[in-house]
């Protein structure tokens, strides 16, 4: 069972490596959302939705720090701690409900994904200088703030 479960996962690692590069190659982009036609979208509520926010006051706002670790295999682990905000991901593109979402983790700009965990396994990164950014958002994907200011963390690390 142990080692099935193991395949089973180098498997999944593999094959989706495998399904980025060959989606990358063919001109799929992952900036926006997990939508496989990322401008299906523009001009639409789904935009103004991505550019507000959810203002939240100082004492009930949600925080966010993040650590980066190198794993002792390959890439680094991501480490997003929080305050006042929990991971819902069975609440995921619903309504709002304050202090419940996810995260949005970006690699020099450009949006890796939407995260349900505190933990984060980077693998894939790119060589040099590497900026990573989380942001904390709604249930509905809008980006929490506090004072009219995002909740993001950033760090940098050097890959070699």
């Known amino acids: 069972m142990g080692r099935t479960l193991a395949l089973f ?23 926006d959302h997990d939508h496989g036609n990322v401008g299906q979208h523009k001009g639409t509520d ?5 550019a507000s926010q959810v203002e939240m006051s100082e004492a009930n706002g949600p925080s966010v720090k993040i650590m980066l670790m190198p794993d002792p295999m390959t890439g680094f682990n991501l480490h997003m701690m929080t305050r006042n905000f929990n991971f819902a991901p069975q609440a995921a593109s619903t309504a709002h409900v304050p202090g419940k979402g996810h995260a949005h983790v970006y690699i020099n700009g450009v ?10 396994h980077l693998d894939a990164l790119p060589q040099g200088d590497v900026k990573v950014r989380v942001t904390l958002n709604a249930n509905d994907h809008r980006v929490y703030a506090v004072s009219g200011t995002p909740v993001d963390a950033a760090a940098r690390l ?3």
């Open 9 to 31: 996962a180098i498997g999944l690692v593999f094959g989706c490596g495998i399904g980025f590069v060959v989606a990358a190659g063919s001109g799929i982009t992952f900036g």
């Open 46 to 50: 789904h935009d103004a939705m991505h």
């Open 111 to 120: 949006k890796l994904g939407r995260y349900y965990s505190p933990w984060v």
């Open 158 to 160: 050097t890959n070699p």
